[in-house]
């Protein structure tokens, strides 16, 4: 048995590998392959115009937005994001809260000025930065609302009238949002989504040409829109898989409810690590993400040891990114809660064995 | 039984199709789908590794070339090529042989000049211009080696100094090449390479940050070049299944091997067109392509009985596009050769029925 704690491209449900092997061999009894169909076949637009519906009704989105299926992941929106709606001359605010932010501010001063609104970079980003001021005449304010490597999360999303824009990659659709407080959503779709090789764009149709710039066609929010993420030939495969992805979501009751599962498997590991004397948490405790649980060993001997122990017993990805060091266990939408009770169970056995 | 002579995504293997359905419940026996690997494992690296390999041998790309493996089909491409090897203010020669050429010549007029050596639109592009001539100071020549839309293919590439670049989305795999005669070549993978999502990229080492520009990381080959194409997370599932499919060509006796079952295809094809009283082909015999077989009828009222004919006998994506009409059979490295004998069987069964 193995329990896949990797931080991404990441677990999805069972259910959802088997249909999606079926598919491969034998895509909605078409008698052909999900690979081999057209994406302009009347199935394939079928199953956009149902993933599209399921990330609205998912998420709630209200009217006003464009729901856009690309490619590049999250790394090519930290570009496309200022091309689109940053104009020349103009500022966009940032909050660097860890090596995903610093990266999207790093693309972003390519296409105008940026303002670093606050940054925990000093703390080796081990808290979310608080009671900073978004200047008004910013044109948008960006925030990474899960630092996947640092394992922090931000739950009190500012009030301000600058249209707010967030990575979700690491969290969406694991919570409850309000779409409405947002002007721009992006996500590589290799946690919560589906499989790598898609990124969703979730955006207010008023920022669409925000920046006036004369943009190359694929980098152009505007073309995706008007040709419902079928300008070119998308990322077929990915797209249906994440189909089946959603799908299963809807049937487990939806956002609402994988959330409070979500809490519930991040409390009983967090519960875990403040308790065993081997381990500590290094994140502001309010900050603690839901969906990436980093944890140190009080004693830093003990990390091979420890990593061995666990990998014996089924445990994978658990390593922690290098910029941090020991361990991080991403616990997203389709790992079980019997998974994280496994692990609980591994760290209580070898901090008994070493007492 | 079906017969998929679809234009993209199209036919792959069925040895491949089961051997991508195996990875996707359980990969090379990790007791993981292919779909929650990271694309840091070393499992996934050795992947990233063999199919580098495999394009280089079964291409033979001599040293001082890169090939990465990047998103965004041919059509992100069209801008990528201008955005790093054409420089401020030079001029870039295009051959306007298709819709798709003239996609990238749209797409390349952002960032430079362009230089249209030659167009054969005046004829819908039933033919590929020959005798045009290169200016010397040229960044570079691009050409579309096979016209997917309109079914021509250009089997012999200029003579110049000037660097050739080449879409070759649709045929690339599927003849022999001498890669020293290009500067750069790029493909959509879904067409002979595997699934939708995988863009491949071959590029001159030393035509890499020609323009100058400073670029996104996205889109720089520098950057994909410097970090084996996993600066970002690749199209992990797409990856793998190219690879699938390219051990299969490699099999099957590589691409010489292919291109004469290639020639056989076709040839046999484009007899019965010219045999056959009620049907015709709309291009120029000697540019006709190997891939896509574009044919009409003699009489347009025949179109849709044969349509219906045809797909009741189990033929699918024969439809010609819009902007042809009539009929294409995509004939592809996978498309066996009984899939044309079906094809040939029912335009002669056709044709007795309307004597």
Not at 47 to 56: N, T, W
Not at 83 to 94: D, F, H, K, P, V
Not at 147 to 169: A, Q, R, Y
Not at 282 to 289: A, I, L, M, Q
Request: glycine share 6%; charged share 20%.
């Amino acid at each position: 048995m193995k329990y896949n704690f990797g931080a991404g491209p990441s677990i999805l449900p069972q259910e959802v590998f088997k249909q999606a092997a079926e598919a491969v061999l034998n895509f909605n009894n078409t008698g052909l392959s999900i690979l081999e169909i057209s994406h302009r076949a009347p199935e394939f637009e079928a199953v956009v115009d149902e993933i599209l519906q399921l990330v609205k009704d998912l998420l709630n989105i209200p009217e006003g937005y464009s729901i856009l299926l690309l490619q590049g992941g999250a790394s090519l929106q930290f570009s496309m994001v200022p091309m689109n709606i940053l104009a020349e001359g103009q500022t966009a605010s940032y909050l660097d809260s860890g090596v995903w932010s610093s990266k999207a501010i790093k693309e972003a001063k390519l296409f105008g000025n940026v303002n670093i609104v606050a940054s925990s970079k000093e703390a080796n980003y081990t808290y979310v930065p608080r009671d900073y001021e978004i200047p008004a005449d910013s044109a948008y304010f960006h925030v990474t609302s899960n630092n996947t490597i640092f394992g922090t999360e931000l739950f009190d999303f500012p009030k301000t009238d600058v249209p707010i824009v967030s990575d979700m990659s690491s969290d969406i659709f694991s919570r409850v949002l309000n779409i409405a407080d947002f002007g721009l959503i992006y996500a590589g779709a290799q946690k919560n989504m589906g499989p790598a090789g898609l990124t969703l764009v979730i955006v207010k149709d008023d920022l669409i040409g925000k920046s006036g710039r004369k943009l190359p066609s694929m980098l152009d929010y505007k073309i995706h829109a008007d040709n419902k993420s079928l300008y070119n030939t998308p990322a077929v495969f990915s797209i249906y898989a994440s189909l089946l992805n959603l799908r299963w979501l809807k049937a487990k009751g939806g956002v609402a409810q994988i959330e409070k599962e979500n809490i519930a498997k991040s409390e009983a590991l967090y519960a875990e690590i403040d308790r065993n004397p081997l381990f500590k948490g290094p994140c502001n405790v309010e900050d603690r993400s839901r969906m990436n649980v980093c944890f140190v060993m009080e004693n830093p001997e003990l990390d091979k040891p420890f990593l061995k122990f666990a990998q014996e017993r089924g445990m994978v990805g658990i390593k922690g990114h290098r910029s941090v060091g020991g361990f991080r266990a991403s616990i997203y939408n389709a790992l079980p809660i019997t998974a994280v009770h496994a692990l609980i169970d591994v760290m209580q056995e070898f901090a008994d064995n070493n007492a």
